[in-house]
């Protein structure tokens, strides 16, 4: 079994993006030959794969691709970030969200399709780099927004390259006006909505049963203040009111100019425009929400690698 130094290590890991431990073993399988290393990789990750996908994934990337009056999201997961800032998992991400717009299809249906020029699957290409690199991979969401008249506009933050970063925002606006001028429009208002998160477009779009918990909720903190049941009630549209401001796009403050409303941003563009313009839907994706996350020790992974 060859001894191998930790700069070929560090070349095969920023390769394949496999862990330390399993590049300097597979090295010494290998006799050092790179080539020979990311296939025996490849052979041993196989027969594990089964067994990572049990393992939290809640790093990768969230990806988009839009064209005109389309728009494509996709949330791809890896462990690690280590994983995500990997070239060959990037473009991976690139080709299955370019496939979603192309297809526009479920993620049932998208992890079935082959990806031009590989030769295979989405679902036998995440496989297999669950078997090179050694960590659990998931295609996790995917959603499409589209309009008949208007356009889809895209915001990504913590963007790694274009159209892939942590947090990903596609907005459909329906106008007839010029192109340009919605377009900037819905950059900016995609930029609020990666900041601030809201829940629904606007009071009407939120669920009754949602609106009743929380005036059940707040009912039963004004209780407790001794006041009359018509104060509370004041007291209750008030706290509503402001609950409206923060989670319904249209009635936050908005990012860009916090001394107004979004829907007051909105209004001036359309008189700009000479048209009306109309938010008809929204998604935004943050890598990992509502994951558990893995807790990483970079330092003591190295330590152990040195120690072998």
Same mark, same amino acid.
């Given at each position: 079994? $060859?001894?191998?130094?930790?700069?070929?290590?560090?070349?095969?890991?920023? $390769? =394949?993006?496999?862990? #330390?431990?399993?590049?300097?073993?597979?090295?010494? %399988?290998?006799?050092?030959?790179?080539? +020979?290393?990311?296939?025996?990789?490849?052979?041993?990750?196989?027969?594990?794969? +089964?067994?990572?996908? =049990?393992?939290?994934?809640?790093?990768?990337?969230?990806?988009?691709?839009?064209?005109?009056?389309?728009?494509?999201?996709?949330?791809?997961?890896?462990?690690?970030?280590? @994983? +995500?800032?990997?070239?060959?998992?990037?473009?991976?991400?690139?080709? @299955?969200?370019?496939?979603?717009?192309?297809?526009?299809?479920?993620?049932?249906?998208?992890?079935?399709?082959?990806?031009?020029?590989?030769?295979? =699957?989405?679902?036998?290409?995440? =496989?297999?780099?669950?078997?090179?690199?050694?960590?659990?991979?998931?295609?996790?969401?995917?959603?499409?927004?589209?309009?008949?008249?208007?356009?889809?506009?895209?915001?990504?933050?913590?963007?790694?390259?274009?159209?892939?970063?942590?947090?990903?925002?596609? !907005?459909?606006?329906?106008? +007839?006006?010029?192109? $340009?001028?919605?377009?900037?429009?819905?950059?900016?208002?995609?930029?609020?909505?990666? $900041?601030?998160?809201?829940?629904?477009?606007?009071?009407?779009?939120?669920?009754?049963?949602?609106?009743?918990?929380?005036?059940?909720?707040?009912?039963?903190?004004?209780?407790?203040?001794?006041?009359?049941?018509?104060?509370?009630?004041? #007291?209750?549209?008030?706290?509503?009111?402001?609950?409206?401001?923060?989670?319904?796009?249209?009635?936050?403050?908005?990012?860009?100019?916090?001394?107004?409303?979004?829907?007051?941003?909105?209004?001036?563009?359309?008189?700009?425009?000479?048209?009306?313009?109309?938010?008809?839907?929204?998604?935004?994706?943050?890598?990992? %929400?509502?994951?558990?996350?893995?807790?990483?020790?970079?330092?003591?992974? !190295?330590?152990?690698?040195? %120690?072998?």
């Amino acid at each position: 079994m $060859a001894k191998v130094g930790a700069s070929l290590v560090k070349e095969l890991r920023e $390769a =394949t993006g496999a862990g #330390m431990m399993d590049c300097k073993k597979a090295l010494e %399988e290998t006799d050092g030959d790179i080539e +020979a290393a990311i296939d025996w990789l490849r052979k041993e990750g196989l027969s594990s794969a +089964a067994k990572k996908s =049990t393992r939290a994934a809640s790093e990768g990337l969230v990806g988009i691709k839009v064209v005109d009056n389309c728009g494509a999201i996709v949330e791809i997961n890896s462990e690690t970030d280590f @994983v +995500a800032r990997n070239e060959e998992f990037q473009s991976f991400v690139e080709s @299955v969200t370019e496939l979603s717009l192309e297809k526009q299809c479920t993620i049932e249906e998208l992890v079935k399709l082959e990806i031009p020029g590989a030769g295979e =699957t989405i679902g036998e290409t995440l =496989t297999n780099m669950i078997a090179t690199i050694g960590e659990n991979m998931n295609l996790r969401r995917s959603k499409l927004l589209r309009v008949e008249s208007g356009l889809v506009s895209s915001y990504i933050h913590n963007s790694l390259r274009q159209g892939l970063g942590k947090i990903g925002v596609l !907005v459909s606006i329906e106008s +007839a006006g010029e192109k $340009a001028l919605i377009g900037e429009l819905g950059k900016q208002i995609a930029m609020h909505i990666a $900041a601030s998160n809201p829940l629904a477009i606007s009071r009407d779009n939120l669920d009754d049963s949602f609106i009743e918990r929380e005036k059940t909720i707040l009912r039963e903190q004004a209780k407790d203040t001794g006041k009359s049941p018509e104060i509370v009630e004041k #007291m209750i549209e008030g706290r509503l009111r402001k609950f409206y401001e923060e989670v319904c796009l249209l009635e936050q403050n908005f990012v860009i100019d916090p001394d107004i409303k979004v829907n007051d941003a909105i209004s001036s563009y359309a008189e700009k425009a000479g048209v009306e313009i109309n938010i008809s839907d929204f998604v935004r994706f943050e890598l990992g %929400e509502g994951l558990d996350k893995k807790e990483d020790n970079f330092a003591k992974e !190295v330590a152990a690698a040195a %120690e072998t």
